[in-house]
Nanobody, 116 residues
Framework: QVQLVESGGGLVQAGGSLRLSCAAS????????MGWYRQAPGKQRDLVAE???????NYADSVKGRFTISRDNARNTLYLQMNSLKPEDTAVYYC??????????WGQGTQVTVSS
């Protein structure tokens, strides 16, 4: 199993920035995908961005050009730099780790609140 611990959430004004971090520990296979998902009250959990161990990345249309996902494989840490934040970005953000062998782990989530 893989344990994930997120940090970096908080309250920010619209137009501001935040950086989320996710530290992974446990059985971390070299070939994996890590991602950020978010869930607003009353809505489903949606993909924000994901990045493979080889460096490819995929973003939701709503965050393209504003958010940047990155990872430090040596430190098993995932990041999400969020710029030009909007009130609609308000949600609980979850870190995810998955492999082609079927391993799929979630963090506990970190709240991001953007005030208008």
């Amino acid at each position: 199993q893989v344990q994930l611990v997120e940090s970096g959430g908080g309250l920010v004004q619209a137009g501001g920035s935040l950086r989320l971090s996710c530290a992974a520990s446990g059985r971390i296979f070299s070939i994996n995908v890590m991602g950020w998902y978010r869930q607003a009250p009353g809505k489903q959990r949606d993909l924000v961005a994901e990045i493979g161990s080889g460096g490819w990345a995929n973003y939701a249309d709503s965050v393209k050009g504003r958010f940047t996902i990155s990872r430090d494989n040596a430190r098993n840490t995932l990041y999400l730099q969020m710029n030009s934040l909007k009130p609609e970005d308000t949600a609980v953000y979850y870190c995810n780790f998955r492999t082609t062998t079927g391993l799929n782990s979630w963090g506990q989530g970190t709240q991001v609140t953007v005030s208008s």
